[in-house]
């Protein structure tokens, strides 16, 4: 009760933080930057380094409630046929805008519910992308899938495509919590959906889970953390609820008053991460789990984990092109994203003109800051020699921010030459000692809690 105690005068039950998928996040981003300076981002890239490319579907059958993604809802198909016209059209602009010879080492397709598409659709939007952007020798391709809205076509036809990484939503399984949610999902239905992909050579399955949520409990969590365990994934993503009604308006039909409180929060995290290493997954970071030898273990262990902004991921690629409404590039200049708004951004590329809406020029200092940043979310320390290595004597700009960590998380940071490193019982605070290098916090903000 100690160290809980000590974690709560530290913040971890009431501060309200960034995830840090990105560094400066997103609210900082600007309507000054733009469509001009992505295309002139875009034209400026290294032909020879590869790229990876986001794809955002924003349609789903129906609209769960805990998700606070950009999503709409449909009942047919023709939305969803005419916005992939535009997701081609968006590709065309780009094809215009790139430099000749540039290839694509991963492509990852979320939503909304990318299998909301027809085996139709997922060929054409597949081979339109394809095109433009042609694969690496070991191009990797990911899609987020919703087990009741997938089937063996539909399947079939990503694996034909490329896909090698199923990343399945199941959030809970519990049918009082999934009532609760708004999000009705039977283990069996998703049970059948792996075999399935299994059975069409998807080599590996991520599993997403979500602790947090209403009437979840120790009990409750177990079970589904079982049933998990019995579809053998190699990834499993532990997300916290991020509970954020005045972003996302369809929370406010979730009962606030079923909700764990801040110590079951906690513990149904730990019970879960602990049932995870316990099976022989290696803990990733602050919410991945990963078996032995997968590659995402791997980068953990040699140093190359990086954080974007689907979570933790093995993807060196040094850029990141988003397509669709609301996506987000990741270029060497800084980051721009897509008009958020489905019609804004159709109204965008209908007009001859790429979707760039509002993003961040990367200053010097920004640069140092977000590696500095992603050291501490991917290995829990802070290098200063790798620091000074890549930005010089500007590494030592962070000096006074590092004492001033040290000196207030005590020994749960250890302080040496080398640089910073939080200490195993510190690691539920890595993303408030994070924010600590975060020179962008907006006034006001409201983030999710970060425990």
């Known amino acids: 009760m100690k160290q809980i105690d000590r974690l709560r005068s530290l913040g971890l039950f009431d501060a309200r933080v960034p995830r840090y998928t990105s560094y400066p996040t997103a609210p900082v981003f600007s309507p000054e930057v733009g469509a001009a300076e992505q295309a002139r981002a875009l034209a400026a890239l290294n032909p020879g380094e590869p790229v990876s490319v986001y794809l955002h579907i924003p349609f ?20 969803v046929e005419s916005y992939i016209g535009t997701l081609e059209q968006e590709l065309a602009l780009l094809r215009d805008t790139l430099p000749a010879g540039l290839r694509m080492g991963r ?26 952007f042609p694969e690496t020798d070991d191009w990797e391709f990911s899609v987020e899938i919703d087990p009741t809205m997938v089937d063996r076509a539909k399947i079939a036809a990503l694996a034909e495509e ?13 049918p009082k919590v999934q009532q609760a949610i708004g999000r009705i999902q039977p283990f069996d239905i998703t049970r059948r959906c792996v075999e399935d992909l299994r059975a069409a050579g998807i080599v590996s399955l991520n599993a997403d889970l979500v602790y947090g949520l209403p009437h979840q409990d120790i009990v409750r969590l177990d079970d589904t953390v079982t049933k998990v365990l019995e579809l053998v994934p190699d990834r499993v993503a532990l997300f916290g609820y991020a509970h954020v009604p005045w972003v996302s308006k369809r929370q406010k039909l979730i009962d ?30 602050i919410d991945h789990f990963a078996r032995p030898g997968d590659g995402l273990q791997r980068a953990a262990a040699t140093g190359h984990l990086r954080r974007n902004f689907q979570g933790y991921t093995d993807d060196t690629c040094p850029t990141l092109i988003g397509l669709g409404a609301s996506s987000i590039s990741r270029l060497p200049a800084g980051y721009v994203q897509n008009a958020a708004a489905t019609a804004a951004y159709i109204q965008r590329i209908e007009a001859g003109k790429l979707a760039g809406a509002r993003g961040h020029v990367m200053t010097p200092d920004d640069l140092l800051r977000a590696r500095a940043i992603e050291m501490l979310m991917c290995d829990f320390r ?22 001033e960590v040290a000196a207030h998380f005590g020994d749960f940071v250890a302080l040496s030459e080398s640089g910073l490193r939080i200490t ?16 962008h916090v907006p006034e006001g903000m409201r983030y999710s809690q970060a425990s």
Do not use: K, N
């Open 60 to 79: 789903c059958e129906r609209l769960c409630w805990f998700c606070a993604c950009r999503t709409q809802g449909t009942q047919t198909l023709s939305p």
């Open 107 to 132: 492509m990852h397709w979320g939503g909304g519910t990318p299998t909301i598409l027809p085996p139709a659709l997922i060929h054409r939007l597949a081979r339109a992308v394809r095109a433009v």
């Open 162 to 174: 490329g896909m090698t990484r199923a990343s399945i939503g199941i959030q809970d399984f519990d």
């Open 256 to 285: 606030e008053t079923a909700l764990p409180r801040e110590l079951e929060r906690y513990a149904l995290a730990t019970h879960a991460a602990d049932r995870f290493v316990a099976a022989g997954q290696v803990p990733i970071g």
């Open 382 to 403: 802070l290098d200063r020699a790798a620091l000074r290595e890549t930005f010089g004597a500007a590494a030592e700009t962070l000096d006074p921010v590092v004492a």
């Open 424 to 439: 195993a019982a510190g690691r539920p605070l890595t993303r408030i000692i994070a924010s600590a290098f975060d020179a």
